[in-house]
């Protein structure tokens, strides 16, 4: 049973966890190059953020698109495009990997959740999958779309939600996203270079079932504020995606966040102090630091996920699973609540006990 909630019945573990990235490498300082060589001309206040490139706490991302895909202005049909391609390809490399870890082939898969924010697949990417993967026909697909960078906490609680109703079967949760296909040359705003220097793409994904192994996954929970709709999200046009990214965030984070969590702790009966450890979404190095204040966490106490951004940057709704696979591969134990912030505005809880 779930500890944190026993009436949820049978409990459901986390059984593999894979990850997956783009081939393509953008160092931050090559990035920071080419940007000044597209952006400064169109963009007079573009050296006043430069210093974000350096400061961001990002190393490397890794993108669908070779670096001079970037170079010439794109448009909605080509970023899809180039989406569609890039997150089938990273969809079927991170559910390998899962599958892999835990030693089950894709026709073992009963139910599969897919989570993507940033492309539209129409058959989905799990249907585009299916061949080369190998799911059965009778597979059940729920594809979630609009969670953004809360897409993988929120995904792999649905998953769970489905795996403890139906108890015996197999889940597969896969969260995918190609962020670096939103860099615009039209779109001039501090928000899209910010979005610049963070973003990178990336997927991970998760085996569920109610087996006798793995981490024990407790039931998922959600805060959504009033009136916080344009602090995080798309804007659409005929160009392609317009990132929607308030300056706030980190100030947001650091006074709202502590109450979220103790909210959605209370729901399960328990307290802050019952977290052994808090598996964070790392949004960017000013949002790592204030998750720390607003928990009370010494300084550095995030370290994992301050490597997954440093090595890989902020790929959306996949990172906090990149962070809790390295969390749980260095052999942190205990009570673990897996959390990220996305669009809604919202703060998205899972607890992982490991």
Known sequence: MDRNNPAAGPAVRLRGLGTALPPHALPQDAVLAKARELL???????????????????DCRYSVAPMDWFEQPRDWPQRNAMYLDGATRLFIDAARAALDDAGLAAGDVDICVTVSSTGIATPTLEARAAAELGFRPD???VPLFGLGCAGGVTGLACARAVAAAHPGTTVLMVAVETCTLSFRLDRLRKADIIATVLFGD?????????GDSGPVL???REHMWPDTLDIMGWQMDTDGLGVIFDRSIPAFAEAEFRGAAQDALAQ????????D??????GGAKVVEALETALSLPDGTLDHERAVLR???NMSAPTALFVLKRALDAGVSGRLMLTALGPGFTA??????A
């Open 40 to 58: 400064a001309p169109r963009f007079p206040q573009f050296d006043k953020l430069a210093p974000s490139f350096t400061n961001a706490g990002v």
């Open 139 to 141: 597979l059940r697909r």
């Open 202 to 210: 990336g997927a991970a994904a998760a085996v569920l079932d109610s």
């Open 218 to 220: 407790g039931q998922g």
């Open 268 to 275: 399960a009966g328990l307290g802050l102090d019952a977290v």
């Open 277 to 282: 450890r808090f598996v964070c979404h790392p």
């Open 311 to 313: 090595a890989a940057g």
């Open 348 to 353: 998205s809880f899972l607890p992982v006990d």
